[in-house]
């Protein structure tokens, strides 16, 4: 399959500072990555939908000044946990959407990356 | 409601048994279904891929989808211990944007 890679794996910062995690598609281009946010023993729940080049769109009730996504490239996506808060300690996934390549644009998964605010 | 139930379990069984996971849905118009294995810290590692109604076999893995009852099915033969972990069902609908709607994932233990 193809290969997601997200860094860092794990990250602990202060309460008030900026946190930036990067998704990579190391062998495909990805025009339209997602990120998510995991509770330990819950479901993904989707943050934003990211498309090269543009604004990212993100879901209902998450705040787009605290969680700053750019889609620069067709391979890379960040997104930027800022003024962070022990609240915003969670697991952090991103996906990206392949194009020509598996059956029909199949969406893969980086490994995720765990945020902790102190 | 939600669009997509997925008994969260926790189930287990032995080595060897057959496991079978399921989800309901209730927006008819999705068309791709997905499980996905996820170990414990872990992102998801898509498992099966199927479009629109039918099954398909993998190894050790079938998926089977129901578009009539709105019903889909991940069965696992001759589970192992290295099948632990928490599957989640996903679909989308047709279109370019193609997001996921998730279940709530069920936690699988397979007892050596």
């Known amino acids: 399959g193809a290969v997601v890679s997200q860094h860092p794996s794990w990250v602990i910062c202060k309460s008030g500072t900026s946190v930036k995690i990067e998704c990579r598609s190391l062998?495909?281009?990805?025009?339209?990555m997602f990120w998510y946010r995991q509770f330990p023993k819950q479901s993904l729940m989707l943050m934003a939908t990211s498309n090269e080049g543009s604004k990212a769109t993100y879901e209902q009730g998450v705040e787009k000044d605290k969680f700053l996504i750019n889609h620069a490239s067709l391979t890379l996506s960040t997104l930027t946990v800022t003024s962070a808060h022990p609240e915003d300690s969670s697991f952090y996934i991103c996906s990206a959407r392949t194009i020509n390549r598996g059956p029909g644009n199949t969406i893969y998964f980086g490994e995720g990356s765990w945020l902790t605010v102190v | 409601q939600k669009e997509v139930e997925q008994d969260p379990g926790p189930l287990s069984v032995p080595e060897g048994a057959i496991v079978s996971l399921n989800c309901t849905y209730s927006n008819s118009a999705f068309q791709y279904f997905m499980w996905y294995r996820q170990y414990s810290r872990k992102g998801p590692e898509l498992l099966m891929y199927?479009?629109?109604?039918g099954n398909k076999e993998d190894g050790r893995f079938t998926a089977q989808v129901d578009k009539s009852s709105k019903y889909i099915s991940l069965f696992i033969r001759d589970s192992q211990p290295s099948d632990s972990a928490t599957y989640l069902c996903a679909m989308s609908l047709p279109g370019s944007a193609r997001q996921l709607t998730f279940g709530s994932g069920t936690q699988l233990t397979v007892l050596p």
């Open positions: 062998d495909f281009q990805a025009t339209t």
């Open positions: 199927t479009y629109s109604s």
